[in-house]
């Protein structure tokens, strides 16, 4: 099995493509350390063997879970998360929802520390234009910020320093 799980919810693909993004990004450190699920077709049970996770979720409909998201989240409630540690990486749109720029991280964050994991991969707000967010805690994020509608050309430099980053905290360097 695996070290990390990658675990995303998708709904136009965006979060999807950069989940194979970070994996082969991954990959390019070790090819056996990292499996990819889709929320959308997988269950909590799956999810809680791993140790390590990665999870992948857009922000939809202002400020909401993605549809996956909002049917897996509540069936990870009861699962002990003590020990685990988890990376978010969330996708938005900065120029078009700036009232609720990655809000959807901020939820998921909240779920896994209610259930007793830690939280890592903390990113710099610094490079984004927002008004609010959930996800912000100061001067930094609860998860690296990717949007592919307004910052494309910046995703690719992120997930590399994000997964560096990671490997770091995650201690698997
Ligand atoms: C109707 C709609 C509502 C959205 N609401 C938000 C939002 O509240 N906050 C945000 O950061 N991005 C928001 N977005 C942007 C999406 O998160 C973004 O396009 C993302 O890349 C979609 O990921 P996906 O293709 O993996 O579903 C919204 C997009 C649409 C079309």
Redesign the pocket.
Known sequence: MAKIGLFFG???????YISYEMKAEFDKRDPSLVEVFNVGSSSPEQMMKYQYLVMGI???????L?DDWEVFIPKMSGHDMTGKKVAIFG????N??GF????AVGMLADEVMALGAELYGMWPVKGYEFNESLAQVEDHFLSVGID??GQADMTPKRIVAWVDQVLEEFKLK
């Open positions: 998708s709904s136009t693909g965006n979060t999807e857009p922000t939809w409909n202002t400020g909401q993605q996708v938005g749109d900065q078009g929802y609720n720029f990655l809000d592919q509608d």
